[in-house]
T-cell receptor
Framework: AQSVTQPDIHITVSEGASLELRCNYS??????LFWYVQSPGQGLQLLLK??????LVQGIKGFEAEFKRSQSSFNLRKPSVHWSDAAEYFCAVTAGYNTDKLIFGTGTRLQVFP | DAGVIQSPRHEVTEMGQEVTLRCKPI?????LFWYRQTMMRGLELLIYFNNNVPIDDSGMPEDRFSAKMPNASFSTLKIQPSEPRDSAVYFCASSFTQGLQETQYFGPGTRLLVL
C-alpha cells in the first residue's frame, strides 16, 4: 500500500538558514507527490507538486523539491528561511491511479528562531 | 474567489448529540473531500465526492458518520451520536478534477470538541 514517511517531527532553524524537510514514499509506480503547508489555525495550502518531467520542482514562497526515484524521496528545500515560514509541512502521495485520494505524512513542524 | 467555506468554525457539544458540519466548495470545482485531523492519527481522508457522487468512503470511521452532497455547492458531514473520540479538526477541500491529480484547496476547518 502507498505510504508517506516524514522522519522529522520537529525542526528548528535560525532565520536565514537553509532548510531541508525529508519525505520518503512507498509507491509501486511513478507517484504523484505533493507538499502542503499548514499555518496555525488554518487549512492546508499547496506549496508544489510533482507529476512527471523535471525532477526539480519549483513552488510558491521560494520552496523547491527534488524527486529522487532511486531513494524514494521528495525532499523540500528552501535556501533561506523566513520567520513567516514557521508552520507544519505535509508531504503527500496519490493513493493510486484513477483516484483523487491522497495519503499524507504525519507532518514536520518547523520552528524559526530570529 | 471566497475559497472553501466551512461552518461552523468551532463546535462544542456533549456526547450523544448530533453534529452537522457544512462545506461550500469553490465554485466550478467538481470534487469535494472531507478530512479529519487529530494528533494521534494525523490527517485522514474520510470520504470524497466527484460530481456529487461519493467515490471513496473507506475512511469513514463507522455508521455514526454520514456525508451528503445534494448539489455541487454544498456538502454536509454528520455525526450521530457524537462521542468524545470524535473531537478533531475537520477539513473540507475541493478541486477541479479532469484526469490528473489536481490541487486540493482546503477550507479553514471546523474544530469539534465533544465533551
Amino acid at each position: 500500500a502507498q505510504s508517506v514517511t516524514q522522519p522529522d517531527i520537529h525542526i528548528t532553524v535560525s532565520e536565514g538558514a537553509s532548510l531541508e524537510l525529508r519525505c520518503n514514499y512507498s509507491y509501486g509506480a511513478t507517484p504523484y507527490l505533493f507538499w502542503y503547508v499548514q499555518s496555525p489555525g488554518q487549512g492546508l495550502q499547496l506549496l508544489l507538486k510533482y507529476f512527471s518531467g523535471d525532477t526539480l520542482v519549483q513552488g510558491i514562497k521560494g520552496f523547491e523539491a527534488e524527486f529522487k526515484r532511486s531513494q524514494s524521496s521528495f525532499n523540500l528545500r528552501k535556501p533561506s528561511v523566513h520567520w513567516s515560514d514557521a508552520a507544519e509541512y505535509f508531504c503527500a502521495v496519490t493513493a493510486g491511479y484513477n483516484t483523487d485520494k491522497l495519503i499524507f505524512g504525519t507532518g514536520t513542524r518547523l520552528q524559526v528562531f530570529p | 474567489d471566497a475559497g472553501v467555506i466551512q461552518s461552523p468554525r468551532h463546535e462544542v457539544t456533549e456526547m450523544g448529540q448530533e453534529v452537522t458540519l457544512r462545506c461550500k466548495p469553490i465554485s466550478g470545482h467538481n470534487s469535494l473531500f472531507w478530512y479529519r485531523q487529530t494528533m494521534m492519527r494525523g490527517l485522514e481522508l474520510l470520504i470524497y465526492f466527484n460530481n456529487n457522487v461519493p467515490i471513496d468512503d473507506s475512511g469513514m470511521p463507522e455508521d455514526r458518520f454520514s456525508a451528503k452532497m445534494p448539489n455541487a455547492s454544498f456538502s454536509t458531514l454528520k455525526i450521530q451520536p457524537s462521542e468524545p473520540r470524535d473531537s478533531a479538526v475537520y477539513f473540507c477541500a475541493s478541486s477541479f478534477t479532469q484526469g490528473l491529480q489536481e490541487t486540493q484547496y482546503f477550507g479553514p476547518g471546523t474544530r469539534l470538541l465533544v465533551l
